[in-house]
């Protein structure tokens, strides 16, 4: 079988988070629900071609023998479902209040998207399903997301506590950013994981997303929908007015293994 291009136990997934400002609101409208365009990030799936490693072989007794010995067959094994494979939103927007407080992001994703994954496909279709933010897997094995980091904007801050109507925007930025990512724990479904603290640059989190499950040509991931939650200080300075218009502000990148 052909290596995987990407290491089995180990990728980051990075998603561009944007702003519109507004006062809040309960979600956003397709398509920016939708996590904008999803990508998949991980290793090939492993069924390859197994023909030129696993042939028949004849055996034939020796001249003056009614027997033969070494009859054997080994027995090959491989996973259809690539170990990693996951799916994460690359864009979503967050609507600020003008003021200051709380912010409004995409609810969590409740429905899993939908693929045609044959044994053979390196990249196979996903057809993003529902609305929301949250993270995918497509793989055949249950995943730990580990930590989370932050590149924030040279325009934006972290804010280290909850902001109100009366918490200034940090010196020179646009506006100061508390947010919280809170997962949704589904036992039934094999999630689990709480809430981060504020985001800082670097913050370590315990979040396990059950294995996809397969029936046919059919690959089911399991989703672990992510609520973006948080607050924003005053705005100074002007931002975008509209989702699809809006301002980027920061990078999320998650750790993820097996």
Do not use: C
């Not at 390859?48 to 067959?73: F, H, R, W």
């Not at 409004?104 to 899993?112: L, M």
């Not at 996809?212 to 100074?236: C, F, H, R, Y």
């Not at 301002?247 to 990148?253: G, P, S």
């Amino acid at each position: 079988m052909k290596k995987s291009s990407l290491k089995k136990t180990l990728l980051t997934s990075t998603m561009a988070f944007a702003l519109a400002v507004g006062t809040a609101v309960p979600a956003f409208a397709a398509p920016l629900d939708n996590g904008d365009q999803g990508s998949i990030i991980g290793d090939q799936a492993t069924a390859d071609n197994l023909e030129n490693q696993y042939t028949d072989q004849e055996y034939v007794p020796a001249d003056g023998t009614s027997s033969i010995t070494g009859a054997k067959t080994e027995v090959g094994v491989f996973s259809r479902l690539g170990q990693i494979k996951v799916s994460v939103p690359t864009k979503v927007a967050l609507a600020l209040t003008s003021a200051g407080g709380p912010i409004s992001g995409p609810d969590a994703r409740t429905n899993a998207s939908t693929t045609d994954q044959v044994a053979s496909d390196t990249t196979p279709a996903v057809k993003r399903s529902g609305s929301g933010y949250g993270i995918e897997n497509l793989g055949g094995m249950p995943i730990k997301v580990s930590k989370v980091d932050v590149t924030v904007d040279q325009h934006f801050g972290l804010l280290n506590t909850a902001a109100t109507s009366s918490t200034a925007a940090p010196s020179g930025k646009k506006a100061g950013l508390a947010l919280i990512l809170e997962p949704v724990a589904n036992a039934a479904e094999g999630t689990s994981g709480s809430a981060t603290q504020i985001l800082k640059a670097t913050q370590n989190v315990t979040w396990t997303i059950g294995r996809a499950t397969e029936q046919g040509e059919t690959v089911t991931p399991t989703v672990m929908g992510i609520a973006i939650k948080g607050t924003n200080s005053q705005l100074d300075g002007s931002i975008g007015t509209e989702a699809v218009k809006a301002t980027k502000a920061l990078d999320i990148t998650y750790t993820i293994g097996l």
